[in-house]
């Protein structure tokens, strides 16, 4: 079935420090792992993105590592900044169904 | 580009109440998708369609229909509304399965 697991749900960190959320997932054959931002009232939209074909992925402070074996994937933001807290989504494809689902969020809160 | 548009912003209905949720995206894109989102939790699936003509069922179906006639358009109709149904409704679009999905600002919706 279809099983997407974050974590952790909540997390804070001190501003300048580095964070790390963690998504798990069950289909095997899934080959592209999206991570989505949610400011407070605002829609989601996509912050980085891997593909099955690479292991990680950097973007600034913004870095994706994909590990395919053990069905995960992690987003790791470093030198945090106030503008980081948000909820943070992963989104893995399922491709049996062409659809991604989205885990349940991380809500990172930054501490000044 | 106007990229992924809703309408309403609002709306409150009454218990038995039908209305229809407008999404629109000038983008071209192939795949649209209807989100709910509960108060602080993540986003559950409704109905996705793979382009015009063609729907199909996501993990909340129950209560809800679409129907995707035109690449453009792909409505979301609400038959006889039940507080269960209270939420905010997001619109996204993306011109494969396997590529950032745009989406929409929300509907928020509250069932009376």
């Known amino acids: 079935g279809e099983n997407v697991e974050q974590h952790p749900s909540t997390l804070s960190v001190q501003e300048g420090d580095s964070a790390v959320i963690k998504c798990t997932y069950s289909?095997?054959?899934?080959?592209?792992f999206p991570w989505y931002k949610q400011e407070l009232g605002k829609r989601p939209q996509l912050i980085i993105d891997?593909?099955?074909?690479?292991g990680e992925k950097k973007d600034q402070r913004i870095a994706v590592t994909l590990n395919k074996t053990a069905k995960h994937f992690s987003l790791h933001i470093t030198e945090t900044q106030p503008e980081d807290s948000a909820v943070y989504f992963c989104?893995?494809?399922?491709?049996?169904?062409?659809?991604?689902?989205f885990g349940s969020g991380t809500r990172l809160s930054i501490r000044p | 580009n106007a990229g992924v548009t809703q309408t309403p912003k609002f709306r409150i209905l009454k218990i038995g109440q039908s209305m229809t949720l407008q999404c629109a995206q000038d983008m071209n894109h192939n795949y649209m998708y209807w989100y709910r989102q509960d108060p602080g939790m993540g986003l559950k699936l409704i109905y996705y369609?793979?382009?015009?003509?063609?729907?199909d069922k996501g993990e909340v179906p129950n209560g809800y229909n679409v129907s995707r006639s035109t690449t453009e358009d792909f409505p979301l109709r609400l038959e006889l509304a039940a507080p269960s149904q209270t939420s905010v409704y997001f619109c996204?679009?993306?011109?494969?399965?396997?590529?950032?999905?745009?989406f929409g600002p929300g509907t928020r919706l509250t069932v009376l």
């Open positions: 369609s793979v382009g015009a003509g063609i729907t």
């Open positions: 289909d095997s054959a899934s080959n592209y």
């Open positions: 989104a893995p494809l399922y491709s049996s169904a062409s659809k991604i689902i």
């Open positions: 996204a679009s993306s011109p494969s399965s396997s590529d950032t999905q745009y």
């Open positions: 891997i593909r099955s074909n690479v």
